[in-house]
């Protein structure tokens, strides 16, 4: 089946730094999905790409949907404690039935020291 | 604010015990997910439900059931709990307008589930 692959699995970054992640498939998705998890809470919607190409931002969060529609990517500028947790990336393809299930990551744990 | 909500944060069961886990979600979305994480494994679907009274198997159904009786509601039964089956389950719901899975999944906050 299709697979995700998210890296890094982990990072440990000092607050203020810059932080990318991104993920790869070699599947094509028409759908780019970037999650945050706080410990212990459920997956909060962070941004959602739907055009290969596309660049979006919100707020120090920003993310891109890889021209060949099998990556995308995340990058967090100037992070603070609270950017504390699992982003998780999901793609989602489309075939003639419609779209398909999302796919996820496994996730980068993220740690900010302050 | 598009809400969805899980009837317990924490349970904790015996094995053998019947459980059922309760997911309510107020967007009108027609899909319903239930997800099970676990360490180094990730996101796994259980069972989705695309309409009222349909249901279809995910990645892993087996020693799951589910019921969706009203559209804003879908219920997960372990029908036999086993250890195996300690978890954290998630909830989730989507819009049908992007086709039969949707695309943006809106999760509830889980419910951990012990079974000893």
């Known amino acids: 089946g299709q697979q995700l692959n998210q890296s890094p699995q982990s990072m440990f970054i000092q607050e203020g730094e810059d932080v990318s992640m991104n993920c790869t498939s070699s599947?094509?998705?028409?759908?780019w999905l970037w999650y945050k998890q706080d410990p212990g809470e459920g997956p909060v919607l962070l941004i959602a790409?739907?055009?290969?190409?596309e660049l979006t931002s919100n707020g120090r969060l920003t993310a891109q949907f890889g021209i060949t529609r099998k990556d995308s990517f995340l990058n967090i500028s100037a992070s603070i404690p609270s950017d504390v947790g699992i982003y998780f990336c999901?793609?989602?393809?489309?075939?003639?039935?419609?779209?398909?299930?999302?796919?996820f990551g496994k996730g980068t744990k993220l740690t900010v020291n302050p | 604010d598009v809400k969805v909500t899980q009837s317990s944060r924490y349970l904790v069961k015996r094995t053998g015990e019947k459980v059922f886990l309760e997911c309510v979600q107020d967007?009108?979305?027609?899909?319903m997910f239930w997800y099970r994480q676990d360490p180094g494994l990730g996101l796994r679907l259980i069972y989705f439900?695309?309409?009222?009274?349909?249901?279809e198997k995910g990645d892993i159904p087996e020693g799951y059931s589910v019921s969706r009786e009203k559209k804003e509601r879908f219920s997960l039964i372990l029908e036999s709990a086993s250890t195996n089956q300690t978890s954290m389950y998630l909830c989730?719901?989507?819009?049908?307008?992007?086709?039969?899975?949707?695309?943006?999944?809106?999760f509830g906050p889980g419910t951990r589930l012990t079974v000893l």
């Open positions: 989730a719901s989507s819009s049908r307008l992007a086709g039969k899975f949707g695309d943006e999944q809106f």
């Open positions: 599947s094509i998705f028409n759908t």
């Open positions: 790409l739907y055009k290969a190409g």
């Open positions: 999901a793609g989602q393809g489309l075939t003639q039935g419609g779209s398909e299930k999302l796919v």
């Open positions: 967007m009108d979305h027609e899909n």
């Open positions: 439900s695309y309409d009222v009274k349909m249901k």
